[in-house]
């Protein structure tokens, strides 16, 4: 008799264990977050955890890495919905302030991971993780300058890492709990589009 899970059943577990363990390691921290506990919090003994993840560090990284999926994919979907360019980015940007709104462990995890690492905490290389996903960003935003929406001498590369930091900033500002307009994602989409400068 097979000791192996069926695939769909071993993917529920796996995700059940990744589900435990993003809020514990963005509340409790890697280091205070023990086997124990995770196991526990997903409720699978300690060498099913091992069996899918190896061991805490890569349960940690595991998590990180999907904390980041719901954020990328969010983003995705949005942009692909039909449009102009200015009405896709709103999208982009009220898909992830949502994310970021009912998902707050996750965005916690992230900067725990960005800005945590050392001490005993695995390393997770998320700029590279964010420069793959810039890579879709980059290309959309490629289209509006042919198209005609942005400014031809714009610099894409440039221009991602202004909305993605713009984004970043204003999810860990609501994550801290300061107050935001409800027209939030409208605002920063006017912002990035039309500037703050008086023309």
Do not use: W
């Not at 949005?78 to 994310?99: D, S, V």
């Amino acid at each position: 008799m097979s000791s192996t899970l069926p695939s769909g059943e071993s993917s529920e577990i796996r995700q059940r264990i990744l589900n435990a363990a993003i809020p514990l390691f963005a509340r409790r921290g890697y280091g205070s977050a023990s086997v124990r506990e995770l196991s526990g919090a997903a409720g699978v003994t300690k060498p099913t955890l091992y069996y899918h993840f190896g061991n805490k560090e890569g349960l940690f990284v595991a998590a990180v890495e999907s904390a980041v999926d719901r954020f990328h994919q969010a983003v995705i979907d949005a942009i692909k919905m039909p449009g102009t360019l200015r009405e896709r980015l709103h999208y982009a940007i009220h898909a992830q302030t949502r994310t970021a709104r009912s998902n707050p462990d996750a965005f916690r995890l992230l900067l725990n991971a960005e800005y945590h690492s050392g001490a005993g905490q695995p390393r997770v290389d998320l700029m590279s993780i964010h420069v793959r996903n810039a890579q879709f960003l980059e290309a959309l935003l490629r289209e509006g300058i042919a198209s005609g929406e942005l400014k031809p001498d714009l610099d894409p590369g440039c221009a991602v890492i202004a909305f993605v930091g713009m984004i970043g900033t204003t999810c860990q500002a609501m994550l801290y709990g300061f107050e935001m307009p409800e027209n939030l994602p409208a605002r920063l989409t006017d912002i990035f589009f039309d500037g703050v400068g008086n023309p």
